[in-house]
């Protein structure tokens, strides 16, 4: 997710689960051709499984990237055929796509032929005008026969113009039985279902349809939700998972990214939204974000942990008393 899931976001994220799959924010073709794109890639190991997010519609472009992220460790290479937004259509890649199923699996099939990694697509059930039920089936065909490993479908219809790639996550209905039945005429390919997925409940209610569920704003705000992952989805015991030692795992991490040249609100962001649902989030947010970064070093995470904990533990106090 653009502005999201960096590097920090997913480190972050690896530190709950092992089992859960990463995705990129979406790099366009020209910005890793002709762009830094060694900063661009850089990640850290641990976070594998991790997908590259590739925005693009020139085959061999897009080919050219898969190959340097193939060199790179990444584990799988997506395309991004789901981005409404008008920068992107102007680039002729994300959601117009939709409408160009050939050029996809053109687009699917020379990667495949020059790399090792599965490639996949993440996609819509539709745009504009376009009939879902008719237009996914085809588009869907065509990419399959092209060899796609996997399909992730946001289960929305995207509008190209006249609203917001924000208002596209929200305005048009979500059709989750349209993508499990997508899962039933094309069985052999694994569809991971996207749109609007927030609790455990949901998640093993869409596992029973399709083959995997694919977060994106419920972690962002509130990335403890997968404290849970382990032992809700996967069946492995987290007994013993404590967040002090997480935020300890991770200031180790900050502190060698810091000493690299990362700043600290880069290293803070993705912590911002922990604790979202106890009654003492407003004390650790407050504590992260009104602070001058300039007189902090990686620290200050344990600090204002600490604070946040008595702030909590008094709150308890109060209520029982
Ligand atoms: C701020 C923001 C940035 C996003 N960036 C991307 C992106 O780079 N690539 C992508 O495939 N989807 C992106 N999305 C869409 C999400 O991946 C997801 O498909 C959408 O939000 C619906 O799922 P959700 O209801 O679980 O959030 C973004 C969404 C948000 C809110």
Redesign the pocket.
């Known amino acids: 997710?653009?502005?999201?899931t960096d590097r920090h976001f997913r480190f972050l994220m690896r530190l709950f689960s092992s089992n859960i799959r990463l995705y990129t924010?979406?790099i366009s073709v020209d910005a890793l051709i002709y762009g830094d794109t060694k900063s661009l890639l850089n990640y850290n190991l641990s976070e594998n499984p991790l997908a590259l997010?590739l925005g693009g519609s020139d085959p061999e472009k897009l080919t050219q990237c898969s190959i340097i992220a193939e060199s790179y460790g990444y584990n799988e290479i997506n395309l991004?055929i789901?981005?409404p937004s008008v920068r992107v259509k102007s680039g002729n890649f994300g959601a117009c796509l939709m409408d160009q199923p050939r050029l996809v699996a053109k687009c699917v099939k020379e990667i495949k032929s020059k790399v090792k990694i599965p490639v996949t697509v993440?996609c819509r059930i539709g745009i504009d005008n376009q009939d879902p039920e008719i237009e996914l089936k085809k588009f869907i065909k065509h990419i399959t026969e092209a060899g796609v490993d996997a399909i992730i479908i946001?289960a929305r219809k995207a509008f190209l113009s006249g609203i917001s790639p924000k208002k596209n996550?929200e305005v048009p209905p979500l059709i989750y039985d349209l993508v499990y039945e997508i899962k039933e005429l094309f069985s052999s390919t694994p569809i991971v279902i996207?749109?609007?997925?927030t609790s455990y409940s949901d998640i093993k209610g869409h596992l029973n349809k399709v083959d995997g569920v694919m977060?994106?704003?419920?972690i962002i705000q509130d990335p403890m939700l997968l404290a849970n992952v382990d032992e809700e989805i996967f069946g492995v015991s987290n007994h013993d998972f404590d967040i002090r030692v997480l935020l300890e795992q991770y200031l180790d991490y900050a502190y060698l990214q810091h000493s690299s040249g990362v700043s600290i609100p880069n290293l803070i962001r993705p912590i911002i939204n922990f604790f979202y649902n106890t009654p003492s989030a407003k004390v650790w947010r407050k504590n992260l974000t009104s602070v001058n970064y300039k007189e902090v070093n990686p620290g200050y995470i344990l600090e204002s942990y600490e604070t946040y904990s008595e702030a909590l533990q008094s709150h308890i106090k109060k209520t029982a008393a």
């Open positions: 997710m653009m502005e999201y924010e979406m997010q991004n789901g981005c993440k946001h996550r996207n749109g609007g997925i977060l994106g704003r419920a």
